[in-house]
């Protein structure tokens, strides 16, 4: 069993940063962030593999945000740079033992988080 907690959301202008963290108890082999805006379907858009802290990126955020780990691997962190309108979504933290392919797909993870809004205004 492994529960997330999420928290580091809120509200900046575009252009803003904010880093989100998830503190995860158990051991999970992979740990992701995932968002949701409204009306359009759940996207996965960082993960962080916890033995080799090799870290996964969608297109739509690869050179604005980063994920990493502290040194005891029970926190993940996104920090979201050069935000956008667009970005703004429900973030969920997510966790599981993921196979060797399609690390961004919800499908790999068992265990979720409740959630944290980041609202990007113009």
């Known amino acids: 069993q492994v529960r997330l907690v999420e928290s580091g959301g809120g509200t900046v202008q575009a252009g803003g940063s904010l880093r989100l963290s998830c503190v995860a108890s158990?051991?999970?082999?992979?740990t992701a962030w995932f968002r949701q805006a409204p009306g359009k379907e759940r996207e996965g858009v960082a993960a962080?593999?916890?033995?080799?802290?090799?870290?996964y990126y969608s297109d739509s955020v690869k050179g604005r945000f980063t994920i990493s780990q502290n040194s005891a691997r029970n926190t993940v962190y996104l920090q979201l740079n050069r935000l956008k309108p667009e970005d703004t979504a429900m973030y969920y933290c997510?966790?599981?033992?993921?196979?060797?392919?399609?690390?961004?797909?919800?499908?790999?993870?068992?265990?979720w988080g409740q959630g944290t809004q980041v609202t990007v205004s113009s």
């Open positions: 997510a966790a599981g033992f993921c196979g060797d392919y399609e690390i961004l797909k919800s499908m790999q993870y068992k265990y």
């Open positions: 962080i593999r916890t033995a080799s802290d090799s870290p």
């Open positions: 158990g051991s999970p082999s992979c």
